[in-house]
């Protein structure tokens, strides 16, 4: 897929970027007056029924209506509800026309596109002709407002940007990052499989640290997605999810002591690979069902070695860090 470009806006578009960093390794604060800017900037609000109005973009929450933390009830769809019942809405959502006609694609606001949608009533919103790239930023720009995504979602939320094509100039100025700041992020991603992430949840009160730790236990071979899995699966249900978090790391790191620091993973029946400080092991047993395989990885396990070697040393000179 093409990579989005930031160049060539006009308009609104031009509005959204000027409130961000220019294309740069540079972190510059995005305040809520900077988005009130941009909101003032925008055409007359139409009121829309919630049905016409689509979901659009890279999700930036990993559960739909996700608090910065548990305690903060005010953040509450149910409460969200409320308020728009008893004061009206205050704040509209940006849409963008959809491809099909009569049809609406939501920017951002979420949350109060879905309290409307329980309450019965047309929402509120700004329609606006944006291009992927510029609706991307305004979701940012909204985003970094209100504080509303926790570590681990705003990791989630780059990778999605990075796998929809855009560029990581387009997911830096989107989230207001230096490139160390999307590097962190990316690292998160790559290394702790998105299902555990998903098990784990957002963690909102979890920051860098924690998550980096849980990334460097799988890259060390400390922790496999399957074990990760049974851990999260078989804790309490009534642990939050910034407690699974610190489930997992403790029980985790308490595993690797417990094997001096050495990890197993059984990948098929009869196949298991082991780690440790010292070295790299790989067992198949030549009876049971893993015989045949056993038999024929024999055969070519010397290729196979040799190919994965080259292209380690073809890579290795950028692999330093």
């Given at each position: 897929?093409?990579?989005?470009?930031?160049?060539?806006?006009?308009?609104?578009?031009?509005?959204?970027?000027?409130?961000?960093?220019?294309?740069?390794?540079?972190?510059?604060?995005?305040?809520?007056?900077?988005?009130?800017?941009?909101?003032?900037?925008?055409?007359?609000?139409?009121?829309?029924?919630?049905?016409?109005?689509?979901?659009?973009?890279?999700?930036?929450?990993?559960?739909?209506?996700?608090?910065?933390?548990?305690?903060?009830?005010?953040?509450?769809?149910?409460?969200?509800?409320?308020?728009?019942?008893?004061?009206?809405?205050?704040?509209?959502?940006?849409?963008?026309?959809?491809?099909?006609?009569?049809?609406?694609?939501?920017?951002?606001?979420?949350?109060?596109?879905?309290?409307?949608?329980?309450?019965?009533?047309?929402?509120?919103?700004?329609?606006?002709?944006?291009?992927?790239?510029?609706?991307?930023?305004?979701?940012?720009?909204?985003?970094?407002?209100?504080?509303?995504?926790?570590?681990?979602?705003?990791?989630?939320?780059?990778?999605?940007?990075?796998?929809?094509?855009?560029?990581?100039?387009?997911?830096?100025?989107?989230?207001?990052?230096?490139?160390?700041?999307?590097?962190?992020?990316?690292?998160?991603?790559?290394?702790?499989?998105?299902?555990?992430?998903?098990?784990?949840?957002?963690?909102?009160?979890?920051?860098?640290?924690?998550?980096?730790?849980?990334?460097?236990?799988?890259?060390?071979?400390?922790?496999?997605?399957?074990?990760?899995?049974?851990?999260?699966?078989?804790?309490?249900?009534?642990?939050?999810?910034?407690?699974?978090?610190?489930?997992?790391?403790?029980?985790?790191?308490?595993?690797?002591?417990?094997?001096?620091?050495?990890?197993?993973?059984?990948?098929?029946?009869?196949?298991?690979?082991?780690?440790?400080?010292?070295?790299?092991?790989?067992?198949?047993?030549?009876?049971?069902?893993?015989?045949?395989?056993?038999?024929?990885?024999?055969?070519?396990?010397?290729?196979?070695?040799?190919?994965?070697?080259?292209?380690?040393?073809?890579i290795s000179p950028q692999d330093k860090d």
């Amino acid at each position: 897929m093409a990579r989005k470009s930031l160049s060539g806006m006009t308009g609104i578009a031009s509005t959204i970027a000027r409130s961000t960093t220019a294309a740069s390794d540079r972190s510059t604060k995005i305040t809520a007056p900077a988005l009130g800017a941009l909101q003032g900037s925008l055409a007359a609000i139409r009121e829309i029924e919630p049905g016409l109005i689509d979901d659009w973009g890279p999700v930036d929450r990993l559960t739909p209506f996700t608090a910065v933390n548990d305690d903060e009830a005010d953040d509450g769809l149910d409460s969200l509800a409320n308020s728009i019942r008893d004061q009206g809405q205050q704040v509209p959502i940006l849409v963008r026309k959809a491809k099909v006609e009569g049809r609406y694609e939501v920017i951002y606001g979420r949350r109060r596109l879905a309290a409307c949608r329980d309450l019965g009533i047309k929402v509120r919103a700004n329609v606006q002709d944006l291009d992927d790239a510029t609706a991307l930023i305004a979701k940012g720009l909204e985003n970094a407002a209100r504080r509303n995504l926790s570590f681990y979602e705003r990791a989630r939320f780059a990778q999605a940007i990075l796998d929809a094509g855009h560029s990581p100039t387009t997911a830096k100025a989107v989230l207001n990052l230096s490139s160390a700041g999307l590097s962190h992020l990316t690292k998160i991603t790559q290394a702790v499989p998105a299902d555990v992430g998903s098990l784990i949840g957002a963690a909102q009160k979890s920051g860098r640290p924690k998550w980096t730790s849980l990334a460097d236990l799988f890259i060390a071979g400390k922790l496999t997605e399957k074990t990760a899995g049974v851990i999260l699966q078989s804790a309490n249900e009534r642990l939050t999810s910034d407690e699974r978090l610190d489930l997992l790391i403790h029980e985790a790191t308490k595993r690797g002591a417990r094997h001096d620091g050495s990890a197993e993973n059984t990948l098929v029946d009869g196949v298991t690979i082991r780690t440790g400080s010292n070295s790299v092991t790989l067992t198949v047993k030549r009876r049971g069902t893993s015989a045949g395989f056993a038999s024929w990885l024999d055969t070519r396990l010397e290729g196979l070695i040799r190919q994965s070697y080259a292209e380690f040393k073809a890579i290795s000179p950028q692999d330093k860090d």
